[in-house]
């Protein structure tokens, strides 16, 4: 069964270190998708990205923050600068569908980011 | 925010029982998703419910939607083992395809 990839599975860094997460989003799916998720708390919206630009992004997803399709399969995640606050699950997904009709999102099983 | 709680935040039951998560929200919805995350893992997606649908059902899974209450409810029926993770419901608004997640329902179900 297709599925969504995500490396690396675990990354640890210095604060103020530049991190990319690296996912392979299902490979007819045109929506794709970051969330993170802090320990023990909810999941969080950060961006949404369709047709080679960003059609969301939330609060947190600031201007240290980008996302990129370098090429036909890949979609990363940016951060320029981390902080300690960034330490987090990022799970990236991606779907069929979206905006109105938006269907199941197929997530990958997540990087986590530990910033020391 | 779009969205409310979810309750219970934990949910401890026998295997056999059934288990019911609610999940409330705050502003009109195209869809409400159901996920489920066992510990460390990635979500999966469980069942989507259209804002204009009032039941659905999938396998021992059965979701409610009350569009005037804005709330949904799942309800896991003759509950295994296996169930035990976390259930998180989800609304999809708008037009860029964002799910806004609440904050989850830890289930136990003991053997």
């Known amino acids: 069964e297709p599925e969504v990839t995500q490396t690396p599975s675990h990354q640890v860094t210095q604060m103020g270190q530049e991190v990319i997460l690296r996912c392979v989003p299902i490979?007819?799916?045109?929506?794709f998708y970051w969330y993170r998720q802090i320990l023990g708390q909810k999941v969080e919206f950060l961006v949404s990205?369709?047709?080679?630009?960003?059609?969301?992004k939330s609060e947190i997803f600031d201007d240290q923050f980008s996302v990129e399709r370098p090429d036909g399969s890949n979609f990363t995640l940016k951060i320029r600068s981390t902080k300690l606050e960034d330490s987090a699950m990022y799970f990236c997904?991606?779907?069929?569908?979206?905006?109105?009709?938006?269907?199941?999102?197929?997530f990958g099983e997540g990087s986590r980011l530990t910033v020391l | 925010s779009q969205q409310g709680e979810e309750d219970p935040q934990a949910l401890s039951i026998q295997e056999g029982e059934n288990a019911t998560m609610n999940c409330s929200y705050k502003?009109?919805?195209?869809?409400l998703q159901w996920y489920r995350q066992n510990s460390g893992r990635g979500l999966v997606h469980l069942i989507l419910i259209r804002s204009n649908e009032r039941e659905k059902h999938s396998g021992r899974l059965r979701v409610t939607l009350d569009t005037s209450k804005k709330s949904s409810s799942l309800l896991i029926t003759a509950s295994r083992a296996a169930d035990t993770a976390s259930y998180f419901c989800a609304t999809s608004a708008g037009n860029t395809g964002k799910l806004i997640f609440g904050q989850g329902t830890t289930l136990q179900v003991k053997p």
């Open positions: 502003t009109s919805i195209n869809n």
């Open positions: 490979s007819n799916h045109l929506y």
């Open positions: 997904a991606s779907s069929v569908s979206g905006g109105l009709n938006t269907g199941e999102l197929f």
């Open positions: 990205f369709y047709n080679n630009e960003i059609s969301e």
